[in-house]
């Protein structure tokens, strides 16, 4: 069975530029949660999403935006990039809304020039 | 706020023994924790969890102990080796989120 996909794997932008992200969870799987993960550091909640309703955005600018489809895949937007937002963007999937048993995917590395 | 912290950031040990991570948090109304691995290049690996109403729970080579009094938890791989070297993170429950401490990174010597 496939995990969580997520694409690209990399990327390169420069500050100013905007920035889509894509997710497909585990077939079955209707929540998708956004985190990210800074070198060193442990992931940090930006998005959650449950049958394509936002259930929680953490702390993060409204430069971050994200959105469910109705397969369940996700997107993730950050527009106005700046060269703080350089990071691991991980998204992950679960059966339910609650937040256990996240499964990950393996991420995309964001550089910001 | 919720916060989960693991003790140390890095642990080294020898190939055949047993690891122990440690782990502390802050609410004690938290009710879940979820330990994931995380090799270099790659996102978190689920490795166990476990509900507050329980004290330990067991894996393959791994086991999770919870003390509630104290609120801590560790995981304990046992035999550890080389493929075990990773970054660990131990994860609990905030408001609709998972709340992660900054991780122990494992280094398994030969």
């Keep these: 069975d496939a995990g969580v996909t997520q694409s690209p794997t990399h990327l390169i932008k420069t500050r100013g530029q905007q920035v889509t992200l894509r997710c497909s969870p585990i ?5 998708v949660s956004w985190y990210q993960q800074v070198l060193g550091q442990g992931p940090q909640f930006i998005f959650q999403y449950y049958e394509k309703e936002e259930r929680g955005r953490g702390n993060f600018p409204d430069r971050f935006s994200a959105r469910q489809f109705p397969n369940y895949s996700s997107e993730l937007n950050v527009n106005a990039l700046l060269l703080g937002d350089s990071a691991l963007y991980l998204c992950a999937s679960s059966l339910t809304g609650r937040n256990e048993k996240l499964f990950f995917g393996s991420g995309t590395q964001l550089s910001v020039l | 706020g919720e916060s989960v912290g693991l003790h140390l950031p890095t642990l080294s040990v020898q190939e055949g023994d047993n690891s122990i991570i440690n782990c502390a948090y802050s609410n004690s109304a ?28 067991q894996g393959q080579r791994v086991t999770v102990l919870l003390n509630k009094t104290v609120k801590h938890l560790s995981l304990q791989i046992a035999a550890t080796q080389p493929g075990d070297s990773a970054v660990y993170f131990c994860a609990g429950p905030g408001s609709e989120k998972l709340v992660f401490g900054k991780g122990t990174k494992l280094t398994v010597n030969p």
């Design chain 2, 30 to 57: 938290s009710d879940y924790f979820i330990w994931y691995k995380q090799e270099s290049g790659k996102g978190p690996q689920f490795i166990i969890d476990i509900r507050s109403n329980m004290d330990k729970r």
């Design chain 1, 27 to 31: 077939s079955g799987h209707k929540s």
